[in-house]
């Protein structure tokens, strides 16, 4: 989302921001929206940049605005898929888009903070997901004692990996899903840390993925494409495309879906 609202918000000032009519669950903003409206109007946006799965708009006050999509989550130019669902807006000096947060599911949130309250949120959570060393990840792991996938979801462990990607992760590891964390060698959290890199790259390459729900969409209110690419995700039953002998099967963890390939994947 960041490399996509980048070019249409950086460097603009902010004439208002309003809060759409919604009859659905709203979202948790922060502050109190009167006081969130005096600290940002005529403010300049300075910076858009990301850190883990939230979203951070620089201001030259000092203030951020930190945006955290969570499941159905969207930042927007173009025109949102409804308008029901349309949950905050930016509005920007200049002729070009406005910027909106549209959220389905109103799993959302909507924090301005000031750089030590920023500060203070980013500490909680683990290395980014595209930053983390091959040391800093067998350090986390080694003592992790839950199964991988549910390690990899864990924010506080690293930052940055979400359920879909996690299980193409692993696919391309060749590691099973439920192999305890702290049973994986020295050798396979060095292909963790680089298929990670890979698999990220690769969706931030394509916009990430949109799945048969129509969900996501780009910041343009388009499909993405990386789902063209899932190896195993939400492909249960089918053969891998890895090994082309393997079915594809799903389970549980954590009360997410995890799909893995029984012959790419073998449980040791």
């Given amino acids: 989302m960041v490399r996509g609202i980048r070019p249409w918000v950086e460097g603009r000032q902010l004439e208002d921001v309003v809060r759409p009519l919604c ?48 499941m159905t989550g969207l930042m927007l130019v173009a025109d949102p898929p409804d308008v029901q669902h349309l949950r905050f807006e930016w509005r920007l000096e200049g002729s070009q888009a406005n ?18 309250e920023r500060d203070a ?8 997901a595209l930053e983390i060393t091959p040391d800093q990840w067998w350090a986390r792991l080694s003592v992790a004692r839950r199964d991988i996938k549910v390690a990899l979801l864990d924010q506080k462990l690293v930052a940055g990996i979400g359920n879909l990607y996690a299980s193409e992760i692993l696919h391309l590891c060749g590691i099973h899903p439920q192999t305890r964390a702290s049973r994986l060698t020295r050798a396979r959290v060095q292909k963790l840390h680089e298929m990670t890199r890979l698999v990220l790259e690769e969706a931030i390459l394509h916009e990430g993925s949109t799945l048969s729900d129509g969900t996501y969409r780009n910041v343009l209110n388009q499909d993405g494409g990386y789902q063209n690419s899932h190896r195993v995700y939400d492909r249960e039953g089918m053969t891998c495309p890895t090994c082309a002998s393997g079915t594809i099967q799903r389970i549980v963890q954590a009360q997410r879906s995890t799909f893995f390939c029984s012959r790419c994947q073998r449980k040791r």
């Fill in 23 to 70: 009859r659905c669950k709203p979202i948790a903003i922060q502050p109190a929206f009167s006081e969130l409206r005096k600290r940002v109007q005529g403010r300049v946006v300075d910076r858009v940049w990301r850190r883990a799965k939230r979203i951070v708009l620089e201001l030259n006050s000092g203030d951020s605005f930190l945006i955290e999509p969570r």
């Fill in 99 to 116: 910027l909106w947060f549209w959220d389905r599911r109103g799993l959302g949130t909507i924090t301005l903070c000031r750089p030590e």
């Fill in 121 to 128: 949120i980013f500490s909680r959570l683990g290395p980014d």
